[in-house]
């Protein structure tokens, strides 16, 4: 009986190249939107969550606590099965990128929160002393010393974003994992599917692990 991992089953692997390469391309797309949105959502909520007013905190805390206290599964099979109940149809590429920009976005605002909340307090003062409003102080003044805090551990929530967007293969979302699964399922050759689709994950993945890697090192030397 031939092993998980015989030649012929590699062989099977690069005739259908394209079957990965497929997948491949749809987890980068899906990537990079999921991480615009959760950018968006988690600068948004993060400003929120140290706002002088009690209901935009409130909401930031309503938000990042359910959020991040619920499996990103069941919030991807719930747009997926709940939203058509609501009349709203969505293709299966919009769900899981909403589920997984929304979900990180959660982290995002969190990363945010802290790095407005280790800005000197003197800083607010100045940006108000010049007549900015609270955005505006966050906008022109606070944000852009916050972000170098903020640098490593968003760079290190993006690689966890890259890889939650396996979960899509539980929809058919027609990502990397969900080629992966259907090819090998067809034939039975699961061995090299999984490693060539771990080794594409590990490609997008290290390098952006490494560059959080030395955006730390920077920091605690500049520290």
Not at 100 to 113: F, P, Q
Not at 209 to 222: C, D, G, I, P, Q
Request: aromatic share 14%; charged share 10%; hydrophobic share 50%.
């Amino acid at each position: 009986m031939p092993g998980p991992f015989a030649l012929f089953k590699w062989q099977a692997v690069l005739r259908d190249w394209q079957v990965f390469a497929e997948g491949f391309g749809m987890t980068i797309l899906v990537s990079v939107l999921a991480l615009v949105l959760a950018l968006v959502l988690g600068i948004l909520f993060g400003m929120m969550g140290t706002a002088q007013t009690k209901p935009l905190r409130y909401l930031n805390r309503i938000y990042v606590e359910f959020i991040q206290n619920t499996p990103l599964v069941i919030q991807i099979f719930f747009l997926y099965n709940g939203l058509p109940y609501l009349g709203v149809m969505l293709p299966v590429f919009w769900v899981g990128m909403l589920g997984i920009g929304v979900y990180h976005g959660a982290y995002v605002a969190e990363v945010v929160r802290a790095g407005i909340l280790s800005t000197p307090k003197g800083q607010f003062e100045a940006a108000y002393a010049q007549g900015f409003s609270y955005w505006g102080a966050m906008r022109y003044v606070i944000l852009p010393q916050a972000k170098r805090m903020a640098y490593p551990p968003l760079t290190n929530l993006a690689v966890n974003l890259i890889k939650n967007t396996s979960v899509m293969a539980m929809v058919a979302g027609g990502e990397l994992m969900y080629h992966a699964d259907s090819w090998a399922s067809s034939n039975l050759y699961y061995g090299p599917a999984y490693v060539i689709t771990g080794l594409l994950y590990i490609a997008l993945c290290l390098p952006l692990a490494t560059y959080a890697k030395y955006l730390e090192r920077r920091l605690e030397v500049s520290a």
